[in-house]
């Protein structure tokens, strides 16, 4: 998936993952019952945190990874329809392993 949307520094723009619907139970979800979900696909990372030697450190992260994030972490914001959440590295949690 492209994206019009270049982070800077240590940041990373995750596509969320749909909120479930149904819950495991066969139990229809209303809109205002389902959570926020704390699942993407990151879609484009930034350069990495400046050091103070004046390098850039290197992400551990790279396009294409599915990852979990805290539940208020990041700012949400809509491109083109589409919802993302600008995060930093440090806010993600875990990488899922495929």
Known sequence: MKVNIRPLDD????????AQEVTAGGIVLP???????QQGTIVA???????????RGEMCV???DEIFY???????????G?????????EILAVLNK
């Open 82 to 90: 589409e919802k993302f959440v600008i995060l930093r590295e440090g």
């Open 45 to 55: 990372i930034g350069a990495g945190k400046m050091l103070e030697s004046g390098k």
């Open 31 to 37: 809109d205002s019952a389902k959570e926020k979900p």
């Open 11 to 18: 940041r990373v723009v995750v596509k969320q993952t749909e």
């Open 70 to 80: 805290g539940k208020y972490a990041g700012s949400e914001l809509e491109v083109d």
């Open 62 to 64: 790279k396009v294409g």
